[in-house]
């Protein structure tokens, strides 16, 4: 089982600024890292699968990076807007293949400030 | 294209009782995913279908659940007793033939055990 971690667990921002949070998984035997947006009582909603080193993908206003080395990848939210207020999930796959199951973080709660 | 459906999308039962899961995942997607959050706790793996073939299960909790695929279309969870740690959430995502693909979610089906 991987451990994933996200930072901050929490984060209020005003609207129309721009944030970024971190997810942390164990660099060795990496395979793919996905990212989910998540509204609570809705479903998990796919932004990036990201798998090479130096990864950078963007969906409007969201994108994020690789580092595989280091362990870790960032996610950046440019103007902040209130519908952009959700939890941010990281997670690799469960057992390292690239089909597997995924070990999801706690995730990074994101609220947007009017 | 319809998206990863499930049903219920909510159950209650008393403790010691069945219930029985459904997932349907989209069209072509041979590989099935069943996740599930507890309440204040982070998505968990529990295990994954390729077509109709269990890949890997190790996330089942213990032998009072038990998951199907016949055919490789839709899926079933039962939980047979249901016990009080059994409630939370339970998510099914499908995803496409192949490694690192995304994983689509379904809506969840929130289960409460009385």
């Known amino acids: 089982i991987l451990n ?8 209020h921002v005003q609207e129309g600024d721009s944030t970024n949070f971190t997810c942390s998984f164990p660099s060795s035997n990496f395979y793919a890292l996905h990212w989910y947006r998540w509204e609570t009582a809705k479903s998990p909603e796919a932004l990036f699968v ?65 | 294209e319809a998206g990863v459906t499930q049903f219920p999308s909510h159950s209650v039962i008393e403790k010691g009782q069945t219930v029985t899961l459904r997932c349907d995942p989209i069209s072509g997607h041979d590989n099935l995913y069943w996740y599930r959050r507890v309440m204040g ?23 009072r659940f038990l998951a199907e695929r016949t055919g490789g279309t839709y899926s079933t969870l039962k939980v047979q007793p249901a016990e009080l740690e059994d409630s939370g959430v339970y998510f099914c995502a499908s995803s496409q033939p192949g490694g690192y693909e995304t994983q689509y979610f379904g809506p969840g089906t929130r289960l409460l055990v009385l």
Do not use: W
């Not at chain 1, 994933?4 to 984060?11: F, G, R, T, Y």
């Not at chain 1, 941010?88 to 995730?107: N, Q, R, V, W």
């Open chain 1, 4 to 11: 994933v971690e996200q930072s901050p667990q929490s984060l």
């Open chain 1, 50 to 114: 990201m798998t090479l080193n130096g990864d950078e993908k963007k969906k409007g206003r969201i994108s994020a990076t690789l580092n595989t080395k280091e362990g870790y990848s960032y996610l950046y939210i440019k103007g902040s807007q209130p519908e952009d207020s959700a939890t941010y999930l990281c997670a690799p796959p469960y057992s390292g293949g690239g089909a597997d199951g995924l070990t999801f973080g706690k995730g990074t709660h994101l609220i947007i400030q009017p």
């Open chain 2, 41 to 63: 706790k982070e998505i968990k793996f529990l295990l994954h279908f390729v077509k109709e073939s269990k890949q890997d299960e190790s996330g089942m909790p213990n032998n």
